[in-house]
């Protein structure tokens, strides 16, 4: 069964310090990953996403996230960090529910982001 | 404007009663969904609809009911309320596209207190 994990609940840095925030997954056939962000009392805002192509996918905010196969990672990165990145990320994976094979999203359990002025 | 939208943005009630969360998106889109997010941040899919039609029905409990009056509404009417049905309910859209794995956008949530 396709899963996501991250492994931090919560990661703290220090303003403009580059963030990283881990995710490792868990699926047959290729992956499909997302990042979503989720700022206090929001909805979860999509940030980027890989499908194919390039292992370096950028996306919203200045974050990017790369794809490691051999890893079966895919960690979420901006190379400095801002006090307005603080917020709950959520890494997540495509997976096919049956009986049409509908796609449905997988998310991990979230990752706390701090920056500290 | 905004994309896709939820109301109540709050809902308090009490143990038993039945409420219903309503969810509009204005982005064409052609599938639906309902996710539940509970104390501890862990999102999880309840229900998805395209054009109308359910596809995706999560092992929710009989008293979660959603319906779909057009491709751009899907509503969650919920019965007998217990405690343990408070939480965030996230709606989202996103467009069917050949191959999958195309963007979901969702709402800003509607928080559900049962006392």
């Known amino acids: 069964a396709q899963s996501v994990a991250q492994p931090e609940d919560q990661v703290n840095v220090a303003e403009g310090n580059p963030l990283t925030v881990k995710c490792t997954y868990s699926?047959?056939?290729?992956?499909?990953l997302f990042w979503y962000v989720q700022y206090p009392n929001r909805g979860l805002q999509f940030l980027l996403k890989?499908?194919?192509?390039?292992?370096l996918v950028k996306g919203s905010y200045g974050f990017e996230a790369e794809f490691n196969k051999s890893q079966t990672s895919f960690h979420l990165k901006k190379p400095s960090a801002l006090v307005s990145d603080c917020a709950l990320y959520f890494c997540?994976?495509?997976?096919?529910?049956?009986?049409?094979?509908?796609?449905?999203?997988?998310f991990g359990t979230g990752t706390r982001l701090q920056v500290f002025p | 404007d905004t994309a896709v939208s939820q109301t109540p943005k709050y809902l308090v009630t009490q143990m038993g009663n039945d409420k219903s969360i309503k969810c509009e998106q204005n982005?064409?889109?052609?599938?639906m969904y309902w996710y539940k997010q509970d104390s501890k941040k862990f999102l999880k899919i309840m229900f998805s609809?395209?054009?109308?039609?359910?596809?995706i029905n999560e092992t929710v409990p009989n008293r979660f009911s959603p319906k779909s009056p057009d491709k751009a509404h899907l509503n969650l009417h919920i019965n007998s309320l217990e405690l343990g049905d408070s939480a965030v309910y996230f709606c989202?859209?996103?467009?069917?596209?050949?191959?999958?794995?195309?963007?979901?956008?969702f709402g800003p949530g509607t928080r559900l207190l049962v006392l």
């Open positions: 989202a859209s996103s467009q069917v596209q050949a191959g999958g794995g195309e963007t979901q956008y």
């Open positions: 699926v047959s056939g290729n992956p499909y």
């Open positions: 890989y499908i194919t192509g390039d292992n």
């Open positions: 997540a994976v495509r997976a096919l529910h049956p009986p049409y094979n509908t796609d449905k999203l997988i």
């Open positions: 982005l064409g889109h052609d599938t």
């Open positions: 609809y395209n054009n109308k039609e359910l596809i």
